[in-house]
């Protein structure tokens, strides 16, 4: 298995560790059809950090979106979920931080955002709601 799908594969189960209410699918690839409240893991755009490349290696530091979505056809509810995972306190940001190593893959864990709550097509005609972080992973090399 490569470095990058081994930290997506970390990131996704330090998530599912976290055990937050409602969420009910954690994928730690790009996922299409969510069975909200899904939280997913996929390489950013750009997905190699352009800041790393005064250290001789463009690589050195990978970049994932953590996307999570929920329905929207009852939106209080909905946001209230979301809301909690955008906690500065207790969100998921604190927890994506909390281990810093991701079983070895990483040195460094940054997490920014989140987004603000926006729009996304769901399956067929629905919208989901929903936000995203991004997460700098300085990969470990030795």
């Not at 969420?23 to 352009?50: C, H, K």
């Not at 250290?55 to 970049?63: I, L, T, W």
């Not at 604190?94 to 460094?108: K, P, R, Y």
């Given at each position: 298995m490569?470095?990058?799908?081994?930290?997506?594969?970390?990131?996704?189960?330090?998530?599912?560790?976290?055990?937050?209410?409602?969420?009910?699918?954690?994928?730690?690839?790009?996922?299409?059809?969510?069975?909200?409240?899904?939280?997913?893991?996929?390489?950013?755009?750009?997905?190699?950090?352009?800041?790393?490349?005064?250290?001789?290696?463009?690589?050195?530091?990978?970049?994932?979106?953590?996307r999570?979505?929920?329905?929207?056809?009852?939106?209080?509810?909905?946001?209230?979920?979301?809301l909690?995972?955008?906690?500065?306190?207790?969100?998921?940001?604190?927890?994506?931080?909390?281990?810093?190593?991701?079983?070895?893959?990483?040195?460094?864990?940054?997490?920014?955002?989140?987004?603000?709550?926006?729009?996304?097509?769901?399956?067929?005609e629905?919208?989901?709601?929903?936000?995203?972080?991004?997460?700098?992973?300085?990969?470990?090399?030795?």
């Amino acid at each position: 298995m490569t470095q990058a799908r081994a930290i997506a594969d970390a990131l996704a189960a330090v998530i599912e560790d976290a055990a937050f209410t409602g969420v009910e699918q954690v994928v730690g690839r790009l996922n299409l059809d969510p069975t909200p409240l899904s939280i997913d893991v996929y390489p950013a755009d750009p997905f190699n950090d352009d800041d790393s490349e005064g250290f001789g290696d463009p690589s050195y530091a990978y970049r994932y979106t953590v996307r999570a979505r929920t329905h929207s056809a009852d939106p209080i509810p909905a946001q209230d979920l979301l809301l909690d995972l955008m906690d500065a306190n207790e969100g998921l940001a604190v927890a994506l931080e909390d281990d810093q190593t991701l079983n070895g893959n990483a040195s460094s864990v940054v997490v920014t955002g989140p987004s603000g709550l926006r729009p996304y097509r769901g399956v067929g005609e629905s919208v989901l709601i929903g936000c995203e972080w991004t997460v700098k992973v300085l990969r470990e090399t030795s």
